[in-house]
C-alpha cells in the first residue's frame, strides 16, 4: 500500500527524461518475438506491464536477453515458432496486453490461459473476443465477459471486415494480430482515429499492410523480418509534467525525446487550447514514431470545452488534464469519454471524488465530466490502484493550499517506476511510504 505525501506549492525545472512508451514496448516485444531471428530494443519500459508481456514470451520459448537498462535482444522464433507455456500467463495490471495477445495467441495451434489482477480481471474483454470469434477464435471469459480467457488452440481462423463499435487500438490491434495467423484480408474501420503503433511497427518488421486514416487491412501468411526499434519517451508519462509545469508558476521544462506521434498528442493540442505554453524541439524520427524534445513553461489556463475529436488522441491523459481544468480559470467541459469508466479504474468517477476531496466542484456525468476552476485545498486521495490517478493527484500537490496524501499508490510502477524520484528532482515535494 505505497502512499503519496506531497507538501504544497513548488514549481518544476530542468530537464527530465520520462521512460519509454507503455504501448509501443508491448508491441515491440510482442513482434520481435515473431520475427524471424533476433532483433534489438532501445528504450523499453522496464514498468510491471511491460514486464508481464516479457515473461509471458519468455513462458512461450523466447529467449530475451537484457543488454542494459531499457536494452535487449529478443531471438525471434517466428510467426509459427511459439510454444504452450507450461503455466498461465498473468498479465497483472496491463489491459494491452491481454487484449493483444488474446488475438496472438487465438492463431496457435496450443491453448493458452490469459489472467489478471483484480483490476483487470473486471475489464471488458468481449470486446476483443467477440470479433475474434468472429474470425473463428475459440476463447472462453467468465459470465460476465472478463478474464481468465481460455483461449482454445488450433482453430483455423479467417479475415473478416470489421467496423469497431468503439474507437479502441487494442480492439484494433488485437484483431491484426489474429489477422496475421488468418487465411485471407483482415479489414478493420475504426470510428475515430486511434493509436496506430500496432501498423507502424508492422511496417518497421517489413509485415505488408494497407493503412489510411480510419482504415486498415492486412493479409495473412507473411513473415516478420527482425530489426532494431528505439522506443519514444511515453507522451502518456510526459503528460504529467506537461501539467504539473503548466500550473505551477515559474516553472520550465524540457521533456527529451517524447512521441508525438499525432494519434497521441491530444494532451498537447488540449492544453495549448486552454493556454499552455508547450514547443515542440528538433522533431525527427524514431524509426517510424515521430518525436521530439518538449518545452513547457508555466502559462494562466482557462476552462474549455474539449473537442470531442480529441478524446481518442488523449484517452489516458485525462486524469492529468482534470488537475488542469481544476487550476484552470472557469469552467472545462469533457464529454464523449465513456471509455474512461473501463480503464484501470472509473477514471470518471474516481476523479470527481478526488477533486471534490481538495474542494473543487466536479460533476461527473455518463461519459464526462464538467469541471469549475479553483482553489485546491489539501486532503487524502484514494487513488483505487489506478496508476495515473496517483500521479494527476501529486501534480496537483503543486498548486494545493495544504499537504495532500494519495493512497494505493504502488501500481505508478506499472507505468513509471522512477516517477517520484524525478518529480522530486524536478521541484515537487513527494516523499513516498511504502
Ligand atoms: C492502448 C490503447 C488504449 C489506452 C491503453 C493503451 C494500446 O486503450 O487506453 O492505455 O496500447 O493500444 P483503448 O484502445 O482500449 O482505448
Known amino acids: 500500500m505505497t502512499t503519496f505525501i506531497i507538501q504544497p506549492g513548488g514549481c518544476l525545472h530542468g530537464s527530465l527524461p520520462v521512460p519509454g512508451d507503455k504501448s509501443i514496448s508491448h508491441r515491440a516485444i510482442m513482434l520481435a518475438a515473431l520475427a524471424e531471428g533476433a532483433s534489438t530494443i532501445d528504450g523499453f519500459l522496464e514498468g510491471a506491464d511491460c514486464l508481464a508481456t516479457r515473461h509471458a514470451f519468455a513462458a512461450m520459448g523466447v ?29 497483472g495490471n496491463a489491459g494491452t496486453a491481454m487484449r493483444l495477445l488474446a488475438g496472438l495467441l487465438a492463431g496457435q495451434p496450443f491453448s493458452s490461459t490469459l489472467i489478471g489482477d483484480a483490476s483487470l480481471s473486471r475489464r471488458p474483454m468481449r470486446r476483443v473476443t467477440e470479433p475474434l470469434a468472429l474470425m473463428g477464435a475459440k476463447i472462453t471469459t467468465t459470465e460476465a465477459g472478463t478474464a481468465p480467457l481460455q483461449i482454445h488452440g488450433g482453430q483455423a481462423l479467417h479475415g473478416i471486415d470489421y467496423a469497431l463499435p468503439v474507437a ?24 475515430a482515429p486511434t493509436r496506430d503503433h500496432t501498423e507502424r511497427m508492422l511496417q518497421a518488421f517489413g509485415y505488408p499492410l494497407e493503412h489510411s486514416t480510419g482504415q486498415v487491412r492486412l493479409s495473412g501468411g507473411g513473415r516478420l523480418n527482425p530489426t532494431a526499434i528505439r522506443i ?6 510526459a503528460a504529467f509534467f506537461l501539467v ?8 520550465e521544462i524540457c521533456l527529451p525525446a517524447v512521441g508525438i506521434n499525432p494519434t497521441r498528442i491530444g494532451v498537447i493540442n488540449i492544453l495549448r487550447q486552454m493556454g499552455a505554453d508547450i514547443q515542440l524541439d528538433h522533431p525527427r524520427w524514431a524509426g517510424y ?88 485545498q489539501g486532503g487524502t ?8 490517478i496517483a500521479m494527476a493527484f501529486a501534480m496537483a500537490g503543486l498548486r494545493a493550499a495544504q499537504p495532500i496524501t494519495i493512497n494505493d499508490c504502488a501500481n505508478v510502477a506499472t507505468s513509471f517506476p522512477n ?10 515535494a513527494i516523499e513516498v511510504q511504502p
Open 63 to 91: 529467449t530475451i536477453e537484457s543488454t542494459g537498462q531499457g536494452q535487449m535482444r529478443i531471438h525471434g522464433v517466428g510467426l509459427h515458432g511459439l510454444r504452450a507455456s507450461s503455466v498461465p500467463l498473468d498479465m
Open 168 to 191: 479502441s487500438a487494442q480492439i484494433k490491434s488485437s484483431l491484426l494480430l489474429a489477422g496475421l495467423y488468418a487465411q485471407g484480408t483482415t479489414s478493420i474501420t475504426e470510428p
Open 232 to 237: 519514444p519517451a511515453d507522451i502518456s508519462s
Open 244 to 251: 504539473g509545469a503548466s500550473i505551477a508558476e515559474g516553472s
Open 289 to 376: 514514431e515521430p518525436i521530439a524534445d518538449i518545452r513547457v513553461r508555466s502559462a494562466p489556463l482557462q476552462g474549455i470545452v474539449i473537442p470531442e475529436d480529441q478524446v481518442p488522441l488523449a484517452i489516458d491523459e485525462f486524469p492529468a488534464l482534470f488537475i488542469a481544468a481544476a487550476c484552470a480559470q472557469g469552467e472545462t467541459r469533457l464529454t464523449g469519454a465513456a471509455e474512461l469508466r473501463v480503464k484501470e479504474s472509473d477514471r470518471i468517477q474516481v476523479m470527481a471524488d478526488g477533486l471534490r476531496r481538495l474542494g473543487i466542484v466536479a460533476e461527473p456525468t455518463a461519459d464526462g465530466m464538467i469541471i469549475q476552476g479553483g482553489g485546491l
Open 381 to 388: 486521495i484514494d487513488s483505487h490502484g489506478d496508476h495515473r
Open 419 to 428: 516517477f517520484a524520484r524525478l518529480a522530486e528532482q524536478a521541484g515537487l
